[in-house]
């Protein structure tokens, strides 16, 4: 079964910092782009951070350019989103997605066709 799990999401103060991980089951990640997402209450999901195949290129929305850093493993089929410096802002489900076709990093939710469940980050002021 091809799936993506994400976990690390809580509750934290402004400031604080989390770690996230993607895990896969059931594909290798090792020859995909990986993309990172967030949805808030009330908005609509839009990308944070993607990475490319190679581990050569990330991309950061302008909302988390210098607090968040992307990573992946390929020894542990999964991939990270360190979330340092949060902010209330930052607050909504996050998930993390792929698709079987894709080796470049896009910011666009349109381009993937596997996600996963999502994890809760909730930061407080």
């Known amino acids: 079964q091809v799936q993506l799990v994400e976990s690390g999401g809580g509750f934290v103060p402004a400031g604080g910092s989390l770690r996230l991980s993607c895990t896969a089951s059931?594909?290798?990640?090792?020859?995909?782009?990986i993309g990172w997402f967030r949805q808030a209450p009330g908005n609509e999901r839009e990308g944070v951070s993607c990475?490319?195949?190679?581990?050569?290129?990330?991309y950061y929305s302008e909302s988390v350019k210098g607090r968040f850093t992307i990573s992946r493993s390929n020894a542990n089929n999964a991939a990270y989103l360190q979330m340092d410096n949060l902010k209330p802002e930052d607050t909504g489900v996050y998930y993390c997605?792929?698709?079987?076709?894709?080796?470049?990093?896009?910011?666009?939710?349109?381009?993937?066709?596997?996600w996963g469940r999502g994890t809760l980050v909730n930061v407080s002021s």
């Open positions: 990475i490319n195949t190679a581990d050569t290129y990330k």
């Open positions: 997605a792929t698709d079987l076709y894709l080796q470049s990093c896009n910011p666009s939710n349109f381009a993937y066709g596997t």
């Open positions: 059931g594909f290798t990640l090792n020859n995909l782009a």
